[in-house]
């Protein structure tokens, strides 16, 4: 999805590092468990976390990530799988959550339909990092003022929203980057729609727990 250099920047503003322990949640064809995994090494841990609201699409997102676990040298991943308000149950304290385009989904009919919201995963991910660990999340940008309401029909949210949300669970904004940002992308194309697909304007917010 990225090239080499954008992977580089947003591992370093993930602040993954060597032995850290790692929870990526959603972790989609698991591209991510695997940088994470070799960047980790040995002393380190990966959690593939598979929400359970997601674990029923066709592509069997828990058997992916089961047999990635099982590739040579990735003895430090652990897939793992519950619902997005029990992920503390399912892993361990970690350094860093990491979360990939899956923010906006906390407010789409296939997370609230199973009573999970917002407010309390974010709740969860402040219980399960360690003091001064880091909540990372990369999101499609919706336009100024749309805060979560395109978060079903474009797969957008806006950065503000996230920002205002994250913080009322506890969480201090560390850092945010533009690496990602793409000014000609007009906000109001669904994300996977051809014309803009792999190519939309994207935030990037680094939250520390103090």
Do not use: C
């Not at 322990?21 to 090494?41: C, E, K, M, N, Q």
């Not at 906000?187 to 051809?194: A, C, G, L, M, W």
Request: hydrophobic letters at 45%; charged letters at 25%.
């Amino acid at each position: 999805m990225y090239d080499q250099s954008k992977l580089s920047a947003l591992i370093r503003f993930a602040r993954v590092d060597a032995e850290s322990t790692v929870i990526d949640v959603y972790p989609g064809d698991g591209a991510w468990t695997r940088l994470f995994s070799d960047i980790v090494g040995a002393e380190g841990r990966v959690f593939s976390f598979v929400p359970t609201e997601v674990a029923h699409f066709k592509n069997d997102p828990v058997g992916r990530m089961r047999t990635l676990a099982m590739e040579p040298g990735r003895e430090n991943v652990e897939a793992v799988s519950a619902d997005l308000v029990a992920m503390p149950e399912v892993t361990q304290q970690a350094d860093v959550l990491w979360l990939h385009l899956f923010y906006h989904d906390l407010h789409t009919a296939l997370v609230e339909t199973r009573g999970a919201t917002a407010a309390q995963f974010n709740r969860a991910v402040y219980a399960q990092l360690k003091p001064g660990g880091y909540y990372v999340i990369v999101d499609h940008a919706a336009a100024v003022g749309l805060g979560t309401s395109v978060a079903q029909s474009l797969h957008r949210i806006e950065p503000a929203s996230v920002r205002e949300e994250v913080e009322a669970a506890g969480f201090v904004l560390d850092a945010e980057s533009t690496l990602l940002a793409k000014s000609d992308d007009q906000h109001s194309i669904e994300v996977f729609d051809p014309s803009i697909k792999g190519e939309t304007d994207r935030f990037a917010y680094r939250f520390v727990k103090r």
